[in-house]
């Protein structure tokens, strides 16, 4: 199907807005996902605060280089699609490496602060923790040696009830 100049301009234009608004963005090939699966992806995208995007390689390409992307996503193979994230980009990657597993697509690549993701480095971020379970390992480690100093002044507490109650019979 072609598509006109000023179709091709908007779609690179939408692809210029999108990069310059990211967080993080990654690429994803999915070739072979039924229209549904491919609607739960979008939506679960759409809750953690990201957008999936499908456009030619070559209209993204034009985009990266006015954005100032040294990446070719010609290079790509597939069926790709873009998945920019507007808010934490671990929680996207997460969800895509999801579905990943699942068989549904395959996660490709990314641009992840500034610097183009191998699709290694891609699927390391997201095997990352997220802020919230890292904020929650680093209170329970400040807590831990709370309370161990305060089962140490119970275990006192409980020999001495021991003692007492043995020493009455």
């Known amino acids: 199907m072609t598509i006109t100049k000023e179709r091709k301009k908007e779609i690179v234009d939408q692809l210029c807005e999108n990069i310059k608004k990211q967080d993080s963005l990654f690429f994803v090939n999915f070739k072979g996902v039924a229209g549904n699966e491919a609607n739960i992806l979008r939506n679960e995208l759409t809750k953690s605060g990201a957008k999936m995007v499908v456009a030619r390689k070559t209209l993204a390409k034009i985009a990266f280089q006015k954005e100032g992307i040294d990446f070719d996503p010609l290079l790509l193979n597939g069926e790709v699609g873009f998945v920019f994230s507007f808010e934490e980009g671990i929680n996207t990657a997460k969800i895509i490496r999801k579905f990943e597993k699942e068989g549904k697509i395959l996660l490709l690549g990314g641009v992840y602060g500034g610097n183009v993701?191998?699709?290694?480095?891609?699927?390391?971020?997201?095997?990352?923790?997220?802020?919230?379970?890292?904020?929650?390992?680093?209170?329970?480690?400040?807590?831990?040696?709370?309370?161990g100093f305060l089962n140490v002044l119970q275990g006192n507490t409980k020999g001495l009830i021991n003692v007492l109650a043995k020493a009455k019979v």
Request: aromatic share 0%.
């Open 117 to 147: 993701l191998t699709e290694e480095e891609a699927k390391a971020i997201a095997d990352l923790l997220t802020k919230e379970q890292l904020l929650a390992k680093l209170l329970g480690t400040i807590s831990a040696p709370m309370g």
